[in-house]
């Protein structure tokens, strides 16, 4: 870190790093699902039958260039000085893992809240129409289309993201390990499969890919399962109903949890 600081501005680090990080570790992620779905390799681990065509695929990476480069880094840059003003800072020493891991807590925490009502918000029928839809082009989600959306849904779904460190002004480093942490949780969560490794087969209340592949499979009325990381939202509202009914007839059929 003590180099970064040497060489470069705190405006530098904090928006043009923030953003070579972002789109390496959301493409370095995200891109594998691509080709896992063209090979056909670990099939039996992909929740749908489906497979989106090559077209479809290349579609959303340019859109998606076309939204990171036009939305993602000017908001960045825009939201620099509230970030500064908020006591975000780049200097040594690092803060503590105590500190790191419960600003991040908290930010999941916060995170999960403010999504939720956002999302579903944007299943109310003009929003989704209007807005949401374009996420939802794809009932087959993979890696990449996590981060496929209108403009306006990656303004007003990436305020719940940036709400948390805004208003703690943390440590960059807890700013680029929040937003490592997130774009993989999400890029997993939207990634089509479900692996026996899979951190909701381990985690309490993690939703996972097999919990928002749910919703990308019905219809905007029907598809509950509004939640982004943590699935207690959902279930204290019984937004999730649908989704447990499934699952529960699937374990009765088979004698086990798939």
């Known amino acids: 870190m003590q180099y970064l600081t040497t060489h470069f501005s705190d405006f530098q680090l904090a928006c043009l790093g923030s953003f070579l990080i972002h789109e390496s570790v ?17 099939s039996k681990y992909k ?55 419960s600003q991040i807590l908290f930010y999941f925490i916060l995170e999960d809240f403010v999504f939720y009502w956002g999302h579903r918000i944007l299943h109310t029928k003009w929003l989704y129409k209007h807005v949401h839809s374009v996420h939802h082009e794809y009932a087959t989600p993979f890696g990449l289309t996590s981060e496929y959306a ?17 208003l703690t002004g943390p440590h960059l480093v807890t700013l680029w390990l929040w937003m490592m942490v997130r774009v993989l949780e999400t890029v997993e969560a939207h990634s089509g499969y479900h692996f026996p490794w899979s951190l909701s087969n381990f985690v309490p209340l993690y939703g996972g890919a097999d919990f928002h592949d749910y919703h990308h499979r019905l ?23 649908g989704y447990r009914k499934l699952k529960a007839l699937k374990t009765s059929s088979t004698g086990k949890e798939t």
Not at 150 to 166: D, K, M, N, S, Y
Request: glycine share 8%.
């Open 26 to 42: 959301f493409f370095l992620s995200g891109l594998p699902f691509i080709y896992l779905e063209r090979a056909g390799w670990l």
């Open 47 to 101: 929740i749908q039958a489906k497979n989106n065509t090559p077209a479809a695929q290349e579609k959303c990476v340019t859109r998606l260039l076309i939204y990171h480069f036009g939305v993602n880094l000017p908001v960045m840059i825009s939201s620099y000085p509230v970030f500064k003003y908020m006591g975000m800072r780049t200097s040594l020493p690092l803060p503590s893992w105590n500190v790191v891991l």
């Open 150 to 166: 209108h403009p306006a849904e990656i303004l007003f779904l990436g305020f719940a993201t940036i709400l948390g460190p805004a």
């Open 219 to 241: 219809l905007y009325t029907k598809s509950g399962n509004y939640a982004s990381t943590f699935v207690y939202m959902d279930w204290i509202f019984g937004t999730d109903h």
